[in-house]
């Protein structure tokens, strides 16, 4: 783990602050065995805005998700969330400053502000809608099952599934199954979303379903980065669009990107989507 360089960041690993961004990826790599995979990735994503991550199969986005929720551990760089950096802090020794890694209780904690929605819905299949939206907040966060069952159905609610919450998820479409997996998510009260491709493994007519419930939870004010092909939802919700392709980010900017690509690749990238 590189040691920080002190851009702006405090004794503590602070950075950005109450109105600074909701997420500084700064200098990131993540190495699996022989393949580097990410190779100095920056980016910042300011709070209330909804990130889209473009980029071909294999270029490291899901990772770069993986790193943020801290499924996975990077091999050097930073990730500040909320402005706290994850996964380490800086310790006084009389050596100077040292990285430590977190222990679980506060990595669980960090990971906790964050709620990722993932290609496959992941739902328990032996659990109805509403038991599946309980689960963590009852579980997890020791949530009175009283409390937690209203709060699931107001989910559940938001999600458009009022008259769905007894169904069990294969007993429900696709679609209805990504949006319990947002109710799921969402029921955790979390400070940012991640999707990683939620509409890929829908059939075509369910894609306009989830991508709503999307659009509607980034209008009520959700901080989202959303790995995605559907260029419609990065051109009209996203803020910043980014393209990722060999595990750098080759272009980053408002979604006007898309209509006007500065680089042969993702020009070439956006011919095989659009
Ligand atoms: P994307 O989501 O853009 O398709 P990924 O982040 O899933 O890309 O993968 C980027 C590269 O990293 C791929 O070559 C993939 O095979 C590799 N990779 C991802 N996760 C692992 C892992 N746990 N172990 C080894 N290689 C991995
Ligand atoms: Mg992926």
Same mark, same amino acid.
């Given at each position: 783990m590189d040691e920080a360089q002190g851009q702006g960041l405090s004794a503590a690993g602070q950075a950005g602050g109450e109105d600074g961004p909701a997420i500084i990826i700064r200098q990131v790599h993540k190495v699996f065995g022989d393949l580097h995979v990410l190779k100095g990735v920056d980016l910042e994503?300011?709070?209330? !805005? $909804?990130t889209a991550i473009l980029g071909p199969s294999g270029s490291g986005k899901s990772t770069l998700l +993986?790193?943020?929720? =801290? /499924? *996975? !551990?990077r091999t050097a760089g930073e990730i500040y969330v909320d402005g706290e950096l994850t996964g380490y802090k800086y310790v006084q020794t009389r050596r100077? #400053? @040292?990285? =430590? !890694? /977190?222990?679980e209780k506060a990595i669980a904690r960090q990971r906790s502000k964050i709620g990722m929605v993932f290609q496959r819905f992941n739902l328990f299949p032996h659990m109805t809608a509403l038991e599946n939206v309980m689960e963590a907040p009852v579980h997890v966060a020791a949530v009175p099952k009283a409390q937690a069952r209203e709060e &699931?159905? &107001? =989910?559940?609610? +938001? @999600?458009g599934l009022a008259d769905r919450v007894d169904y069990y998820p294969s007993q429900l479409s696709g679609g209805q199954q990504q949006r319990v997996a947002i109710a799921r998510a969402l029921a955790m009260h979390p400070d940012i979303m991640l999707f990683d491709e939620p509409t890929s493994a829908l059939d075509p007519e369910l894609v306009g379903e989830v991508l709503g419930v999307m659009r509607q939870v980034a209008g009520e004010g959700m901080t989202m980065v959303v790995v995605t092909h559907e260029m419609g %939802? &990065? #051109? *009209? $919700? &996203?803020? =910043? @669009? @980014? %393209?990722?392709?060999?595990? $750098?980010?080759?272009?980053q900017g408002g979604p006007e990107i898309i209509d006007n690509p500065a680089t042969g690749r993702f020009k070439g990238f956006l011919a095989t989507v659009l």
């Amino acid at each position: 783990m590189d040691e920080a360089q002190g851009q702006g960041l405090s004794a503590a690993g602070q950075a950005g602050g109450e109105d600074g961004p909701a997420i500084i990826i700064r200098q990131v790599h993540k190495v699996f065995g022989d393949l580097h995979v990410l190779k100095g990735v920056d980016l910042e994503v300011m709070p209330g !805005t $909804v990130t889209a991550i473009l980029g071909p199969s294999g270029s490291g986005k899901s990772t770069l998700l +993986r790193l943020i929720n =801290q /499924l *996975e !551990t990077r091999t050097a760089g930073e990730i500040y969330v909320d402005g706290e950096l994850t996964g380490y802090k800086y310790v006084q020794t009389r050596r100077g #400053r @040292v990285l =430590q !890694t /977190l222990d679980e209780k506060a990595i669980a904690r960090q990971r906790s502000k964050i709620g990722m929605v993932f290609q496959r819905f992941n739902l328990f299949p032996h659990m109805t809608a509403l038991e599946n939206v309980m689960e963590a907040p009852v579980h997890v966060a020791a949530v009175p099952k009283a409390q937690a069952r209203e709060e &699931a159905l &107001a =989910q559940l609610d +938001r @999600v458009g599934l009022a008259d769905r919450v007894d169904y069990y998820p294969s007993q429900l479409s696709g679609g209805q199954q990504q949006r319990v997996a947002i109710a799921r998510a969402l029921a955790m009260h979390p400070d940012i979303m991640l999707f990683d491709e939620p509409t890929s493994a829908l059939d075509p007519e369910l894609v306009g379903e989830v991508l709503g419930v999307m659009r509607q939870v980034a209008g009520e004010g959700m901080t989202m980065v959303v790995v995605t092909h559907e260029m419609g %939802f &990065a #051109r *009209e $919700v &996203a803020e =910043q @669009v @980014v %393209f990722m392709d060999g595990g $750098v980010v080759v272009e980053q900017g408002g979604p006007e990107i898309i209509d006007n690509p500065a680089t042969g690749r993702f020009k070439g990238f956006l011919a095989t989507v659009l």
